[in-house]
């Protein structure tokens, strides 16, 4: 049966762990965009509290934006709490998705015009971008168990119908992204086990991203990333739109979910 709503796309993408997308594009000149364009800023976590523990973690872990939902369009304002201020004493706090869809507006940042090629493969995928960031995470870091809809914190910024992709740009062998059906324990929650014992394990599902390719990303299971290389940092667009009306994206979705043939997550 074809595909032909929002709503069962959003019920196939729930189950498929990691869906490659056929996306033809300039790798070569986003690449060189990115490492000659690049403004880092600091990570900084909207679920946690910035303590020295936090900070320590995340040191490595850069990142700037060239598309967002905040009206004062910053590059530097790069945490995907989807939310922004409406006054200038910081008081009042406008959400994302308590805008109706139709609503719903996205900007291109201070410094998007410099990447006059990636802003053409955003508007190539999506008709409704929300936060196009510009991801750098160095040697060893790691993100730790998280689940986009079922963490208490995390899921009031992140719905269902908030579709997630990467793009890396540098990357190799040893950068992992993990989903499982199960969530750790929160004292086991920034722990890892080797990429084989991943590949081994009937409870986990793992991937590399190679370079110059488009990836969904399953938010609703929890997931995990790890750079387990100690020679080189990643490099990645990490890329946030609508699946609500949006059609260009849709379609994509509908092309790339009908032909995959790869592991189902199942409760």
Known sequence: MKISNSNEIEAKLKNIPFLKLDVDFDFDGIKEE???NSVWYDYIPPYFKLTPEVKERHKNYKHFTISTVDPSKKS???REHFAWWTNPEKTEVQHYYDVPINNRNWYWTDIADKFP???DLILTITDKPI????????????????SHQNDSLIKWYN???????????????????IVSKDMP????RLTFLTQDEYKNSDKFYIENFTEGSVWFFNGYWPHAYKNYSTRMDRYTILFYSDLDDNPTIRNLMIRNIEKYNGPIITN
């Open 34 to 36: 990115i490492l000659s």
């Open 76 to 78: 530097s304002i790069v």
């Open 117 to 119: 090629k990636l802003k």
């Open 131 to 146: 936060l196009c960031k510009i991801v750098k995470s160095g040697t060893e870091h790691s993100l730790g168990w998280h």
């Open 159 to 177: 719905k269902p119908e908030q579709c997630i992709m990467h793009i890396p740009i540098i990357t190799n062998s040893n950068v992992a992204h």
């Open 185 to 188: 324990a929160d004292d086991k």
